[in-house]
């Protein structure tokens, strides 16, 4: 059994997780085209809207390692217009149920399903959103990572505009009957994240980083109710996380890992969009894995390490056929790495803290 950790920072209320396990195979992040919606989508729960029937379901949710098969199945759709990104999300469930009611507490003590975004793909400034089956919200902003001590979490952003409607297929809190699932219908406002009042977000033929997941518990009937089933020591058990893209391991806040919404500028229905992960996306990628042979190298020897050959064997890393060789430099303010591109001649750095720069 794997367990987790989960850190739940009260006064903020934010949460970190770690898994025991390390990933030992690379995982490709999903990708998924969001095409431009016919009609305005009204956000009622259901999926009768012409445009849903258009867009295609993505691949079903995997176990958050990747390794195995979901007890449950569940999957996306996305669409967008000029004002909202569409979410329509279904979870196979033969239990729906919720308890939570007060917006902004932890969402996850339920069954829930939560979007993270991060509009410019440097891993910093994200955004999360979480709901249960009785559509309460925890919506919060995320300065960095957890791994990451310094970060700043908001649990008072709220997504101004955020437009959201659950319907169950079966009814909600009755253990005495089998239900089919539920569905999640959402509209997210452009608006709400943006970084300055004039600036123009809204990513057109651009590409977001962003992920699903889907928090499952075991659970116990007590005095007719649901709730989360203990061991024997009262402790709840573990939940299970499935996921869109999967991560690895045990944790979401590896944004760098997140999938890759492409919103097209077609009309969902009149064309097919082939959309392909930029290579300068996979040389981020190795980045972010030397990022991380750095800190394990820091955690082992005490110290940073001082060049690449330190912390690979050949110095070079493979791209689509093309070596890369990465530069590690030290600094009085930390350490950074810089590969520069084959693909777009552009300088791809990451820097002591992971944060991610373009120049």
């Keep these: 059994m794997q367990f987790k950790i989960r850190f739940i920072c009260i006064l903020i209320g934010c949460f970190s997780t770690i898994s025991c396990a390390q990933s030992k195979t690379e995982i490709v992040p999903k990708t998924y085209i969001a095409y431009k919606a016919l009609e305005e989508i009204k956000i009622d729960g259901d999926d009768s809207d012409i445009s849903w029937s258009k867009a295609q379901w993505s691949e079903a949710f995997i176990d958050i390692e990747g390794v195995k098969k979901p007890t449950y199945n569940t999957q996306v759709k996305m669409l967008w217009d000029e004002t909202y990104f569409y979410i329509l999300a279904k979870l196979e469930e033969p239990h729906v149920w919720a308890n939570l009611k007060q917006r902004d507490t932890i969402i996850f003590y339920d069954n829930d399903f939560e979007i993270f975004i991060d509009p410019d793909s440097d891993t910093f400034n994200y955004y999360e959103l979480e709901l249960n089956a009785l559509n309460t919200a925890w919506d919060l902003f995320v300065s960095k990572p957890y791994r990451e001590t310094d970060g700043v979490v908001l649990n008072d952003w709220d997504i101004n505009g955020l437009k959201s409607a659950i319907k169950v297929d079966g009814t909600l809190n009755n253990p005495k009957d089998i239900d089919k ?3 999640i219908e959402l509209a997210l406002p452009w608006s709400a994240y943006k970084t300055s009042y004039f600036e123009d977000n809204i990513p057109i033929d651009k590409f977001w980083r962003v992920n699903y997941s889907r928090v499952n518990w075991e659970h116990d009937i007590v005095d ?30 590896l944004p760098e890992k997140w999938g890759y919404v492409y919103f097209s500028s077609n009309v969902v229905g009149t064309t097919e969009d082939v959309f392909q992960i930029p290579n300068d996306e996979k040389i981020k990628w190795k980045l972010y894995q030397l990022y ?24 070079t890393l493979i791209v689509d056929n093309n070596a890369l060789e990465p530069i590690l430099e030290n600094h009085s303010t930390g350490w950074s790495i810089t590969i520069n591109s084959p693909f777009s001649d552009k300088q791809l750095i990451i820097e002591q803290d992971g944060n991610f720069i373009t120049k």
């Design 181 to 183: 699932g539920w569905m």
């Design 224 to 253: 007719g109710k649901y709730s989360r089933k203990k061991d024997g020591n009262g402790k709840s058990l573990h939940e299970y996380n499935w996921v869109w893209s999967p991560q690895g391991v045990i944790n979401m806040h």
């Design 292 to 315: 991380r042979m750095q800190k394990q190298y820091f955690n082992k020897n005490k110290k940073w390490a001082t060049s690449i050959d330190e912390l690979l064997v050949d110095n």
